[in-house]
């Protein structure tokens, strides 16, 4: 409740900050353009994978000092750590990258990055990477039309990073005017507490800004013209260091575990060395002069001091942390447990190039729910004890059944999430982007087959007691209660292979007639309406506890199999008039 | 590839093309499949090997009927 109150809360602060403030626009715009070229980035090199991208990767980043030198030339020439950190977390998504070496990666480009405070130092300019972004997005949707893996890959990456840097071009425009606003000179204080007040400033600025480089920049045309003391500019660019590593936050919340340890990482990195060095600042800035002195900068030129200040502060992280990377990717590792992520079922039919073509979305999306079904057919079998190849085809159910007594270790929950939930989705997600083409009569289909898909999620979910009592049932003393828990693995075992059968057929009057005669089956052997359920109880062959579980869970199986009657109609009947009567039985 | 499977991919693929519509069968069209489905049941009830199999195709039989008696309501 309170967190459904806070998000309104923000969309609605944020729906008047976009009336009230044009500049916000184009900075709330950029960070939306940022996120989908992350998603692009990241589905271009999953295309990638298993290719010469590769290969490039796990030779340039197979040991930590190569990870580190790969971050640190990457960033200098693509002049972001933040950006780096995206491709990082894209690489490592799609498994193109271990841990340890995107470590290294993330922790060199902190170093590369320094190489921006340089260029503005010096040559006092920086170049626009937003000026590069339009042309990659040209070129990245041309790649895309190619049939090519490779090419289409390359398309996507390029088009991420386009919009990648129009993200950060738009975000920079919109806060052009507020850098101008901005008197640091106001807020000067000396000693210790200055120098926290201007880390905070530094770490505030640097998330709102997304770049530590811009921060940068900012911090050393301030300095230049003397609206900073340099105490205080050093404070704001280790406040920058800090606030850059929300950037890569950023990409990890919408990632895997992997991710989320990266930037765990590199947050720690980050503030550690911070601490460090505060702990130490005046004799850090001492031996910064020294070091100036023998590189030739003149005692004045704070500029060029702080550049250098940046340098030595991240490679003094650099080295405290590159003996312990080993160890901080066995401490992340123990932090963010492998996500289930890795097992997820993924759609096989649902290509969203199809979309276009809406009679052939139609079809994928309806073998996908058969997908789907095939998932659930899996777990129902093994919460009933069975597994598939042993039963499905066969004509003596009612013996195989008896004799399976084996239980199979099973976490429905789990299996729910990873093979079901997700795809359901999917499936769901897909259809809204062509229903609206579509005729009334296949519309509705498609609305039916949603339905299917809902009787599939819940058919797994009232198994979930089910196979805990089937496990427990089996192995008692008590050959009644066991019978009666056989009895409801036939049930369920049969509603299964007649649907298999069902499925082979291809005549929707076969699926019709074979649907009824299960159901007068299941009506025949349900607990209640035959009667059993009685003389069970006035017989004392069960007792009061097992009869109520029976019933409860006998109800759970009836619910199951008429999910699975009712997947089967919408899945194998088309024909409207065949269906309308099917409804009616 | 099989000549089959190339016909059988093609055919898909028309279907897939001209399938704009889903399927709608007249009653009365529906009603000659079901008969006719039913005398081929009669049959293999007839010439069933065992008891069981010739239980399932009089079910399988039954449920046609009742289809049929719920067309005849529609008709």
Redesign the interface.
Same mark, same amino acid.
């Given at each position: 409740m309170i967190k459904k109150s806070l998000v309104y809360l923000l969309l609605g602060g944020l729906a008047y900050l976009l009336f009230v403030s044009q500049d916000s626009k184009y900075i709330v715009a950029g960070v939306g353009i940022f996120i989908i070229g992350m998603h692009f980035m990241e589905d271009g090199f999953k295309l990638f994978s298993g290719g010469m991208l590769e290969k490039v990767i796990a030779k340039t980043t197979d040991t930590i000092p190569k990870s580190i030198s790969l971050g640190v030339i990457a960033t200098a020439i693509l002049q972001s750590s933040s950006l780096i950190a995206i491709i990082i977390i894209s690489f490592l998504s799609a498994k193109l990258i271990t841990l340890s070496s995107a470590i290294g990666v993330t922790f060199g480009s902190n170093l590369g990055t320094t190489a921006t405070a340089w260029i503005v130092s010096y040559f006092g300019l920086k170049i626009d990477i937003a000026a590069f972004a339009l042309p990659m997005v040209i070129f990245g949707v041309i790649f895309r039309f190619f049939e090519n893996k490779s090419t289409k890959g390359m398309g996507n990456i390029l088009l991420g990073l386009g919009f990648v840097f129009l993200g950060i071009g738009y975000m920079k425009d919109g806060f052009e005017d507020l850098k101008e606003g901005i008197d640091l000179s106001q807020f000067a204080v000396e000693g210790y507490l200055g120098v926290l007040i201007y880390i905070a400033i530094g770490i505030i600025a640097t998330m709102i800004l997304q770049s530590s480089s811009a921060m940068l920049a900012l911090t050393i045309t301030a300095l230049a013209t003397g609206q900073i003391m340099y105490l205080n500019a050093i404070a704001l660019a280790i406040g920058a260091n800090i606030g850059t590593t929300i950037t890569a936050a950023m990409g990890a919340m919408v990632s895997n575990a992997n991710s989320k340890r990266l930037a765990v990482g590199l947050v720690m990195f980050n503030t550690v060395t911070a601490f460090a060095v505060v702990f130490v600042l005046y004799y850090f800035v001492d031996f910064v002069d020294m070091m100036a002195g023998y590189v030739g900068i003149s005692p004045d030129d704070y500029a060029m001091k702080l550049s250098l200040f940046h340098t030595f502060f991240n490679l003094f992280g650099l080295v405290i942390w590159a003996f312990f990377i080993p160890r901080l990717v066995t401490y992340l590792k123990t932090l963010f447990v492998e996500d289930m992520e890795t097992y997820i079922s993924k759609p096989r039919y649902l290509n969203m190039d199809v979309v276009e /073509?809406p009679? !052939?979305a139609? +079809?994928a999306t309806k073998k996908e729910v058969i997908h789907l079904y095939e998932n659930a057919t899996e777990v129902l079998s093994h919460a009933i004890m069975l597994h598939r190849h042993r039963y499905l085809g066969q004509h003596n159910i009612d013996n195989i059944v008896r004799e399976s007594t084996d239980i199979i270790e099973l976490d429905i929950d789990n299996f729910y999430q990873t093979r079901i939930k997700s795809l359901y989705s999917d499936i769901v997600d897909y259809s809204t982007f062509f229903v609206s083409k579509l =005729?009334d009569? %296949?519309k509705s289909?498609i609305i039916g087959l949603r339905g299917a898909c809902r009787d599939i999620a819940e058919a797994v979910k009232d198994t979930k007691e089910l196979q805990k009592n089937i496990a427990k049932y089996l192995q008692s003393n008590n050959d009644y209660i066991k019978e009666e828990y056989n009895l409801l693995r036939i049930s369920i075992a049969k509603t299964m292979d007649v649907i298999n059968q069902i499925k082979n057929s291809h005549d929707e009057? *076969?699926v019709? !007639?074979?649907s %009824? /005669?299960l159901q007068?089956y299941l009506k025949n052997m349900d607990v209640i309406t035959s009667g059993r359920i009685d003389a069970l109880i006035r017989e004392n062959k069960i007792d009061k506890k097992m009869a109520t579980t029976l019933l409860n869970d006998s109800s759970n199986a009836y619910n199951v199999t008429n999910k699975l009657i009712n997947v089967a109609k919408i899945l194998w009947i +088309? *024909? /409207? =008039?065949?269906k309308k009567?099917g409804e009616?039985? | 590839m099989k000549l089959e499977k190339i016909y059988e991919m093609a055919k898909e693929y028309l279907e897939v093309l001209n399938g704009e519509d889903v399927k709608k069968k007249k009653v009365k069209e529906l009603k000659e499949e079901i008969e006719e489905k039913i005398s081929k049941l009669k049959k293999k009830a007839k010439n069933a090997d065992n008891d069981e199999d010739r239980e399932d195709y009089r079910k399988e039989i039954g449920a046609l009927k009742e289809i049929l008696a719920k067309l005849d309501k529609k008709d």
């Amino acid at each position: 409740m309170i967190k459904k109150s806070l998000v309104y809360l923000l969309l609605g602060g944020l729906a008047y900050l976009l009336f009230v403030s044009q500049d916000s626009k184009y900075i709330v715009a950029g960070v939306g353009i940022f996120i989908i070229g992350m998603h692009f980035m990241e589905d271009g090199f999953k295309l990638f994978s298993g290719g010469m991208l590769e290969k490039v990767i796990a030779k340039t980043t197979d040991t930590i000092p190569k990870s580190i030198s790969l971050g640190v030339i990457a960033t200098a020439i693509l002049q972001s750590s933040s950006l780096i950190a995206i491709i990082i977390i894209s690489f490592l998504s799609a498994k193109l990258i271990t841990l340890s070496s995107a470590i290294g990666v993330t922790f060199g480009s902190n170093l590369g990055t320094t190489a921006t405070a340089w260029i503005v130092s010096y040559f006092g300019l920086k170049i626009d990477i937003a000026a590069f972004a339009l042309p990659m997005v040209i070129f990245g949707v041309i790649f895309r039309f190619f049939e090519n893996k490779s090419t289409k890959g390359m398309g996507n990456i390029l088009l991420g990073l386009g919009f990648v840097f129009l993200g950060i071009g738009y975000m920079k425009d919109g806060f052009e005017d507020l850098k101008e606003g901005i008197d640091l000179s106001q807020f000067a204080v000396e000693g210790y507490l200055g120098v926290l007040i201007y880390i905070a400033i530094g770490i505030i600025a640097t998330m709102i800004l997304q770049s530590s480089s811009a921060m940068l920049a900012l911090t050393i045309t301030a300095l230049a013209t003397g609206q900073i003391m340099y105490l205080n500019a050093i404070a704001l660019a280790i406040g920058a260091n800090i606030g850059t590593t929300i950037t890569a936050a950023m990409g990890a919340m919408v990632s895997n575990a992997n991710s989320k340890r990266l930037a765990v990482g590199l947050v720690m990195f980050n503030t550690v060395t911070a601490f460090a060095v505060v702990f130490v600042l005046y004799y850090f800035v001492d031996f910064v002069d020294m070091m100036a002195g023998y590189v030739g900068i003149s005692p004045d030129d704070y500029a060029m001091k702080l550049s250098l200040f940046h340098t030595f502060f991240n490679l003094f992280g650099l080295v405290i942390w590159a003996f312990f990377i080993p160890r901080l990717v066995t401490y992340l590792k123990t932090l963010f447990v492998e996500d289930m992520e890795t097992y997820i079922s993924k759609p096989r039919y649902l290509n969203m190039d199809v979309v276009e /073509v809406p009679s !052939a979305a139609f +079809e994928a999306t309806k073998k996908e729910v058969i997908h789907l079904y095939e998932n659930a057919t899996e777990v129902l079998s093994h919460a009933i004890m069975l597994h598939r190849h042993r039963y499905l085809g066969q004509h003596n159910i009612d013996n195989i059944v008896r004799e399976s007594t084996d239980i199979i270790e099973l976490d429905i929950d789990n299996f729910y999430q990873t093979r079901i939930k997700s795809l359901y989705s999917d499936i769901v997600d897909y259809s809204t982007f062509f229903v609206s083409k579509l =005729t009334d009569d %296949k519309k509705s289909y498609i609305i039916g087959l949603r339905g299917a898909c809902r009787d599939i999620a819940e058919a797994v979910k009232d198994t979930k007691e089910l196979q805990k009592n089937i496990a427990k049932y089996l192995q008692s003393n008590n050959d009644y209660i066991k019978e009666e828990y056989n009895l409801l693995r036939i049930s369920i075992a049969k509603t299964m292979d007649v649907i298999n059968q069902i499925k082979n057929s291809h005549d929707e009057l *076969d699926v019709l !007639a074979k649907s %009824k /005669v299960l159901q007068d089956y299941l009506k025949n052997m349900d607990v209640i309406t035959s009667g059993r359920i009685d003389a069970l109880i006035r017989e004392n062959k069960i007792d009061k506890k097992m009869a109520t579980t029976l019933l409860n869970d006998s109800s759970n199986a009836y619910n199951v199999t008429n999910k699975l009657i009712n997947v089967a109609k919408i899945l194998w009947i +088309e *024909d /409207v =008039t065949i269906k309308k009567i099917g409804e009616q039985l | 590839m099989k000549l089959e499977k190339i016909y059988e991919m093609a055919k898909e693929y028309l279907e897939v093309l001209n399938g704009e519509d889903v399927k709608k069968k007249k009653v009365k069209e529906l009603k000659e499949e079901i008969e006719e489905k039913i005398s081929k049941l009669k049959k293999k009830a007839k010439n069933a090997d065992n008891d069981e199999d010739r239980e399932d195709y009089r079910k399988e039989i039954g449920a046609l009927k009742e289809i049929l008696a719920k067309l005849d309501k529609k008709d």
